[in-house]
């Protein structure tokens, strides 16, 4: 049944949340037949990762969804049968007090931060009463095990992937204006936050024996590398060298041709939600930048999603794994014999990656899922 759907949107880490956001939008409408309104606080970096979107209009239509500026004055609008209040951004107070006034309320979801944390399958789903209205919230838990609400994958996605042969990659390549690959040459894609070791991921990549092409969106992190490396970027797309390495800065791409990035390279450097996830259907190998917290909350998100990871690897790749992502995440140095070690277990993680994501396959997508639990109550 087709229902009318409002999720809200904040920009905290510029591309995470409405990553998961536009994301989550698109496969509801496209896939589901439901009417979205989108409603975004920082159009500007929306429009990063969604070229049609044109950032100075208040209202437009982008792939079927209604997107809205979120202004802090918020026009009185009458809210959706479903109300998705995006990682805890909260609704403004004109809209929740609509809501209240509604013969039959909302259903009204807390899409929560994804987490492999043990303690998420027991409270997904449960309810919270709002303090003043007859309004509760359910509180939504993305996740990697039965339990929990699953996580964004769109139909077809994994055909779509096997499908991406070494033809479709040259075509991408081309189409993007990236390189062809060089002979025994290992290709890696990095998308990090400001925090991560970048300066020491450059010097030991420097030093390989074989060439490599490490591919990087236009950021803080380009910025380190070439002032590491003594460079100037003159320009959003640019390219320079240093020993075997060779570092190609990128715009940011549309998501599905991000998606297609990470298909393309050996090793894939990601952060934060969307990108984490995605990296795993690309089925590469793959390093997770966690969003850090201060009070050092990220390290048990961290290791819980090792644990869950690692768990049918063998033990001299496990520790691998671990090293490599515990040293980009600032736990203790990286060096040479992390990265090279890492490394020599490509092919094995490769195999390792496809089993995880037929496990994966066993839930039923995050939309598929929002979807079902929303059926269930209108």
């Known amino acids: 049944m087709q229902h009318r759907w409002d999720i809200f949107c904040k920009v905290i880490d510029n591309f995470g949340d409405i990553g998961v956001c536009w994301r989550l939008a698109r496969q509801l409408t496209q896939e589901h037949r439901q009417v979205v309104r989108l409603w975004v606080d920082d159009l500007i970096s929306f429009a990063r990762i969604a070229p049609d979107l044109d950032p100075h209009h208040q209202r437009q239509v982008v792939q079927g969804v209604d997107i809205y500026q979120w202004h802090p004055a918020f026009a009185e609008v009458a809210p959706a049968d479903v109300v998705i209040e995006a990682f805890a951004c909260d609704l403004p107070e004109a809209y929740v007090t609509a809501m209240s006034q509604q013969t039959k ?157 990470l298909w393309s390279c050996d090793v894939n450097f990601v952060r934060g939600e969307d990108s984490f996830v995605r990296a795993q259907w690309a089925i590469n190998p793959f390093v997770w930048n ?53 490394l020599r277990f490509h092919q094995s993680m490769q195999r390792h990656n496809k089993n995880w994501v037929s496990q994966l396959f066993k839930q039923d997508d995050l939309a598929t899922s929002l979807v079902q639990f929303v059926g269930n109550r209108l």
């Open 105 to 261: 309320p909302p259903v009204w979801i807390n899409l929560e931060y994804l987490s492999a944390e043990p303690w998420v399958m027991q409270f997904h789903g449960l309810p919270s009463p709002h303090p003043r209205f007859s309004l509760t919230k359910t509180c939504f838990f993305p996740g990697f095990a039965p339990g929990t609400g699953g996580l964004l994958r769109e139909k077809g996605l994994v055909v779509q992937r096997n499908a991406f042969d070494a033809a479709a990659e040259q075509a991408f390549l081309q189409r993007k204006k990236l390189p062809a690959r060089k002979s025994g040459e290992i290709r890696i894609s990095l998308f990090c936050y400001a925090d991560a070791p970048v300066e020491k991921l450059i010097q030991v990549l420097t030093l390989s024996s074989i060439p490599i092409l490490l591919i990087v969106p236009q950021g803080e992190a380009t910025e380190s590398i070439a002032a590491f490396l003594k460079n100037e970027i003159s320009q959003s797309e640019s390219q320079f060298s240093q020993g075997a390495l060779t570092v190609q800065i990128i715009p940011f791409m549309e998501q599905t041709d991000y998606d297609q990035l």
């Open 290 to 342: 966690i969003y850090p917290q201060t009070d050092d909350a990220h390290w048990k998100k961290l290791d819980a999603f090792l644990d869950l990871y690692t768990i049918n690897m063998p033990l001299e790749m496990a520790v691998a794994v671990r090293d490599m992502w515990h040293s980009w995440n600032g736990k203790y140095e990286m060096n040479q014999h992390i990265w090279m070690n890492f």
